[in-house]
């Protein structure tokens, strides 16, 4: 009977094993739609970027895309701001690299992302998660009040993506998905346009 149960609590042991290392897999079918997920959030927080810099877009209205944008992001996430006239890169969390946006004395400013690639595949780290980089281009444009040029640059950016099996109760049943969040925006280089 000891033997039995011996036999049982490994074969128990073992199950659970294969199954946290199942969970752990990415199969090349599930990369290719996380990395699409993961393309797809970036391109949206580029047009959180240019609703929330746009000084027609009302207070009320940049303030509820700042919230949703913020969704995008892991928690303690920062963002670099770069300028031709510094050669140091400043970081802001989040919530308040999106308000400095919404208050650039501008009368008119145009951003926009474009260049959208990784450049890091995906790479399991030791707690399960993987984690990769998306490379982006943004052309930074602002105008003052005729209509005149007053500021232009383009800057390289990296943007860490992590990826995380997570779990979600739907109808009484736990359903095991993985979820891609959006982690710090490195400066790498400014230059003019």
């Keep these: 009977m000891k033997r039995f149960i011996v036999i049982l609590a490994s074969a128990v042991m073992m199950l659970a094993a294969t199954k946290l290392q199942a969970q752990d897999y990415i199969s090349p079918e599930r990369k290719a739609a996380i990395d699409s997920l993961a393309l797809e959030k970036v391109r949206d927080l580029g047009k959180y970027i240019s609703i929330i810099g746009n000084k027609s877009t009302p207070w009320s209205e940049a303030n509820r895309v700042i919230d949703r944008a913020?969704?995008?992001?892991?928690?303690?996430?920062?963002?670099?701001?770069?300028?031709?006239?510094?050669?140091?890169?400043?970081?802001?969390?989040?919530?308040?690299?999106?308000?400095?946006?919404?208050?650039?004395?501008?009368?008119?400013?145009?951003?926009?992302?474009?260049?959208?690639?990784?450049?890091?595949?995906?790479?399991?780290?030791?707690?399960?998660?993987?984690?990769?980089?998306?490379?982006?281009?943004?052309?930074?444009?602002?105008y003052n009040r005729e209509g005149g040029l007053?500021?232009?640059?383009?800057?390289?950016?990296?943007?860490?993506v992590y990826v995380r099996r997570k779990e979600t109760q739907i109808g009484g049943r736990l359903i095991g998905f993985w979820d891609v969040m959006l982690g710090d925006i490195r400066v790498k280089e400014t230059r003019r346009r």
């Design 70 to 142: 913020e969704e995008l992001f892991m928690q303690g996430a920062e963002i670099g701001v770069s300028s031709l006239f510094s050669n140091q890169v400043q970081y802001y969390r989040v919530r308040t690299y999106f308000e400095r946006l919404m208050r650039l004395n501008y009368d008119r400013v145009e951003i926009e992302w474009y260049n959208i690639e990784y450049v890091s595949d995906l790479q399991r780290q030791p707690d399960g998660t993987f984690v990769g980089v998306i490379t982006i281009f943004q052309r930074f444009s602002g």
């Design 150 to 160: 007053v500021y232009q640059d383009v800057t390289k950016k990296d943007i860490t």
